[in-house]
């Protein structure tokens, strides 16, 4: 760790390090950015209006900040009075949010070469520290001003083959973590430590052991190598105290014979009691997967009006091709439909959302078309939600895989555990797409293709003023109408970018960030519009 330009610290202002209190974690974004979806629902919808249709046209590049080499980020940068705190792996950056000058930053030692190069996905702030994890799995507590260690904590052992992706989660004075095994035949799990002291308060395996609900879903000893990573931060429900998180997929990926059974709770989204860590309820996306569909992307909760009474909901599109409505107080299926248009594996949803397969779409010896592919109709990407247009926002991709399985055998060693695999197919089909779905019905409103995508990109940031900002793979950063899906503005960053965007306002003027590869960009309108939008 390097401490940069002590007499730059000792001029900024002292408010800037205030203490970050859990009443302000509870609160939506407004002029900080707290956690990696700005607030526990995960909506990513800001209260920020100074940017806004009639004035995109003026936003314009305030600073640029290169990191090192490494690996590419996929941090959301969290913001704190003016001072934004980001990650890449191995590393956490505090820069002052108005000129991008680095204030401090701090590099974890990896002991070995060969530990695990990312992703990690950003920080969490509390009180008068920021926490990250690490590629070999430590959960790190720096003190926000100065970047000092208060403590390391190590969570897992990376020469088992896990690695530490997710930006942490704080509430109620606990920092929750996850691990991702890599499809390497072991097992996902939460935990949750006290952010004051780092002590573990508790743990809760995602794969149930023999005399607990749901090992008979894995067939024989199949659950000792079974996956169900935790790639992801969750989201968190402060009346119920239930923190929400979709699951991984199970393992090995693409040849379900060896391991016959629903396979809980791979692919399921599961409800935990924040204070004791115990599964509240869990419901599956995809039941027995056998085509690598982590069920892993956002849970966004919204209390919304669902045949005439007021509920409260989950949604998630999910990688397997459906878009959900789910009650989140106890796990109910209420509505599921397909929100990508190649999807051939199922018929469609049974009454409490178990998908109907469709006879012989799956992986097999020779290959068969599967779609979506592996990769997808959605992934890691944050979707939005507006509570004024009430449409849910996701990055869709459109695209089918050739899938194929194998009969190899697991063996002790941290390699990719994946007993097959699937190729892209018909790649002038493949296409990207914002789309925005009514939230009840999961009906496609609008989409806006992303040209010259073969790859996700990043995803999405909504303002109650009216624009969805997007992160495209090949670079470029835009703005849409969110009514209409019209282009407004784009910035060509000049290299990838596979992050998600936020905003954060700084002495009376709002910023708009997002990180590419190796690059963290903020935009703000010129200083004449600005003072028009007062």
């Excluded at 610290?9 to 609160?27: D, G, K, M, N, R």
């Excluded at 690996?71 to 969290?78: G, L």
């Excluded at 939230?439 to 073969?454: A, D, F, S």
Aim: charged share 20%.
């Amino acid at each position: 760790m390097r401490i940069r330009a002590l007499a730059f610290l000792l001029i900024l202002s002292s408010s800037l390090f205030a203490q970050v209190t859990e009443q302000q974690l509870l609160q939506p974004p407004g002029k900080d950015w707290l956690t990696y979806n700005g607030s526990y629902n995960s909506q990513r919808n800001s209260e920020l209006d100074q940017i806004k249709p009639s004035n995109i046209h003026s936003l314009v590049a305030q600073w640029a900040f290169h990191v090192n080499s490494g690996a590419p980020m996929q941090s959301v940068p969290i913001a704190v009075n003016g001072v934004l705190y980001f990650t890449q792996p191995n590393a956490l950056y505090a820069i002052d949010g108005r000129s991008g000058r680095l204030i401090w930053d701090h590099h974890h030692p990896l002991v070995k070469v060969k530990d695990r190069e990312g992703p990690q996905r950003g920080a969490a702030v509390y009180k008068d520290r920021v926490y990250y994890l690490t590629t070999d799995d430590y959960l790190i507590a720096l003190n926000a001003t100065t970047g000092s260690v208060v403590y390391e904590v190590k969570i897992a052992e990376t020469t088992e083959g896990y690695s530490a992706p997710p930006a942490p989660f704080i509430a109620k004075g606990k920092v929750i973590v996850g691990v991702a095994p890599g499809d390497r035949g072991l097992n996902g799990w939460l935990e949750a430590y006290d952010a004051d002291t780092g002590k573990k308060l508790w743990h809760w395996d995602a794969i149930p052991k023999p005399g607990e609900p749901g090992n008979e879903t894995w067939a024989g000893d199949s659950w000792k190598h079974a996956g169900a990573a935790t790639w992801m931060s969750g989201s968190y429900d402060p009346e119920l105290n239930l923190y929400y998180l979709g699951l991984g997929n199970p393992s090995p990926d693409f040849n379900g014979d060896v391991r016959m059974g629903d396979n809980l709770y791979s692919e399921c989204m599961v409800a935990i009691d924040l204070d004791t860590g115990k599964l509240k309820w869990y419901f599956q996306f995809t039941p027995h997967d056998m085509m690598d569909w982590d069920g892993s992307e956002v849970p966004v909760l919204v209390d919304a009006v669902y045949e005439g009474k007021m509920r409260k909901l989950l949604v998630q599109a999910d990688r397997n091709g459906f878009y959900y409505v789910l009650d989140r107080e106890m796990g109910k299926f209420l509505h599921g439909v397909p929100f990508v248009t190649q999807l051939n594996w199922a018929s469609g949803l049974t009454a409490e959302g178990r998908p109907i397969r469709v006879p012989g779409i799956e992986p097999s010896l020779t290959g068969t078309k599967v779609c979506p592919s592996s990769i997808g109709a959605a992934n890691w990407m944050s979707p939005a939600y507006n509570r004024d247009t009430n449409l849910f926002y996701v990055v869709a991709l459109e695209g089918c895989g050739l899938a194929t399985k194998n009969t190899e055998t697991f063996r002790p060693g941290g390699f990719q555990y994946r007993a097959g695999g699937d190729v892209l197919l018909h790649n002038a089909d493949w296409k990207v797409y914002v789309r925005a779905l009514d939230l009840i019905t999961g009906k496609l409103v609008w989409e806006q293709e992303r040209v010259g995508n073969m790859g996700l990109g990043g995803g999405l940031l909504s303002t109650k003023t009216g624009l969805i900002f997007s992160g495209e793979l090949n670079g470029q950063f835009v703005a849409l109408d969110a009514k209409s899906g019209k282009t407004l503005w784009h910035f060509n960053t000049g290299e990838g970018i596979n992050a998600q965007p936020m905003t954060y306002m700084v002495d009376g003027k709002q910023y708009v960030a997002i990180a590419t590869n190796t690059t963290v960009f903020s935009f703000a309108l010129l200083d004449h519009e600005k003072g028009a939008a007062k």
